[in-house]
C-alpha cells in the first residue's frame, strides 16, 4: 500500500517494483484526486502491471474511477471498480489464481482506505475508542491535514476541521526532524496521551506507531498505521 499521488512519488514507487520485486506478476489498484497528476501511472502500467482496479472515493474531490480509466488505456486491462473495497475483491480474487502481488497507490486517502480494509488490529483497536480523535499536523508556509480516527474506522482530511489535538510545526524542515530516524521523535504530552485510546493499543508503543504513520507518508509508502 503506497501514498504516492504524483509523478515523482509515482517514479519512485515504479523504481522501487522494478528492482526490489522484478520478476514478480502485479495488478494495481488505483484512485486520484481531481488536481493530482498521475498520468505516470501509464507508463508505469505498461511496465508492471497485468491488470489494473480504477476505485473512487466518497469526497467531493475524488476523480471518478471511468475518468481514471482512461489513464491505462492502451496501458493494461483496466476494470471501473465502485470503491476500494470493490477493487481489493475482484483484485483479491484474480491475484488468487495468477499468483500476483497487489499494489495499491495514487492517493493517501486511498490508503488509509485500504489499510482499514487490511489491518484486523488497527480495526479491533478503531472498535474500542470511546470518543473519536482528530490529529491535526499544520505545518507553516505547508500543508495541513488531520487524522480522523472513530470506531468506523480511520481517514485523513485537509484542514483542521474535527481536531482534537493539534500539532504545528514552524517549517517543513521541523516537520522533517519529526519523523526522521535519528530524531527523538513525538513529543512526550498532549498527542501522546490523547492518542493512547485509553490502554487499547496494549503493548505497542503509541509514539512509535505515530511516528511510522508519519515517517510511511513523508516516504510516500503507507505499510502500517498501529
Do not use: W
Amino acid at each position: 500500500v503506497d501514498g504516492a499521488h504524483n509523478a515523482d512519488s509515482l517514479r519512485f514507487l515504479h523504481d522501487t517494483l522494478r528492482t526490489r520485486y522484478a520478476g514478480r506478476r502485479k495488478v494495481l489498484i488505483a484512485a486520484a484526486m481531481q488536481e493530482k497528476d498521475v498520468s505516470y501511472f501509464h507508463k508505469m502500467a505498461a511496465d508492471q502491471f497485468e491488470r489494473v482496479y480504477a476505485a473512487q472515493m466518497a469526497y467531493d474531490r475524488c476523480r471518478p474511477a471511468a475518468e481514471l480509466a482512461k489513464v491505462f488505456e492502451g496501458a493494461a486491462p483496466v476494470e471501473v471498480c465502485r470503491d476500494a473495497a470493490d477493487a481489493y475483491a475482484r483484485a483479491a480474487a484474480y491475484a488468487r489464481g495468477a499468483g500476483a502481488m497487489i499494489v495499491c497507490a495514487g492517493s493517501l486517502y486511498l490508503a488509509g482506505e485500504m489499510l482499514d480494509l487490511l489491518d484486523e488490529t488497527a480495526g479491533e483497536i478503531l472498535a474500542g475508542l470511546k470518543k473519536p480523535v482528530g490529529l491535526c499536523f499544520q505545518v507553516k508556509d505547508g500543508p495541513c491535514c488531520t487524522f480522523h480516527f472513530t470506531r468506523d474506522g480511520c481517514r485523513m482530511t485537509e484542514g483542521e476541521a474535527g481536531c482534537t489535538c493539534k500539532m504545528r510545526f514552524s517549517s517543513p524542515e521541523k516537520f522533517n526532524a519529526l519523523i526522521e530516524e535519528n530524531k527523538p521523535g513525538l513529543p512526550a504530552k498532549n498527542p501522546v496521551q490523547l492518542l493512547f485510546f485509553n490502554g487499547l493499543c496494549g503493548e505497542i508503543p503509541h509514539a512509535s506507531a505515530i511516528k511510522k504513520v508519519l515517517q510511511s507518508i513523508h516516504t510516500g509508502t503507507l505499510l502500517y498505521v498501529f
